[in-house]
């Protein structure tokens, strides 16, 4: 996969070889206020490969230690720099430092199936059964 950086931005890695996200890091220091979120652009340029999508996923540290949350699509095609929205559903200001980790990316192969319009889908056992439908 290619990747270009603007200056001062900082190159996507694993911490571990087989982990499945790259570790995206902030490329400038801001603060997330409660119950706000906050955005960022990392700099980070991809090219990625066909059939693929980039996944930003959140950093389950960052998740469970302040309650910072990130998510979003990265669609093969898109080459614009990486942009980061981070949410805090915390009751404190969670303050990112320059370099700190605050995404993941995480590339996963893509299908695309054509589309058809029916009146009726076909039967399952659970049907139109939703959330909580199968119980505790």
Do not use: C, W
């Amino acid at each position: 996969m290619k990747i270009k950086l603007d200056d001062g931005a900082y190159m996507p890695e694993r911490a571990h070889d087989t982990d499945a996200g790259l570790d995206i890091r902030s490329p400038i220091a801001a603060t997330v206020f409660p119950k706000d979120s906050v955005i960022i652009d990392t700099g980070v340029h991809i090219e990625l490969p066909n059939n693929t999508v980039g996944m930003l996923k959140s950093k389950s540290g960052l998740n469970v230690k302040h309650d910072i949350t990130s998510e979003g699509v990265i669609d093969v095609g898109y080459t614009g720099s990486i942009v980061v929205k981070l949410y805090n559903h915390g009751i404190k200001p969670y303050l990112v430092k320059r370099g700190d980790k605050i995404t993941q990316l995480v590339i996963m192969p893509i299908l695309y199936p054509s589309i058809e319009i029916v009146e009726n889908l076909e039967q399952t056992e659970r049907g139109n059964g939703g959330f909580g439908s199968t119980g505790r």
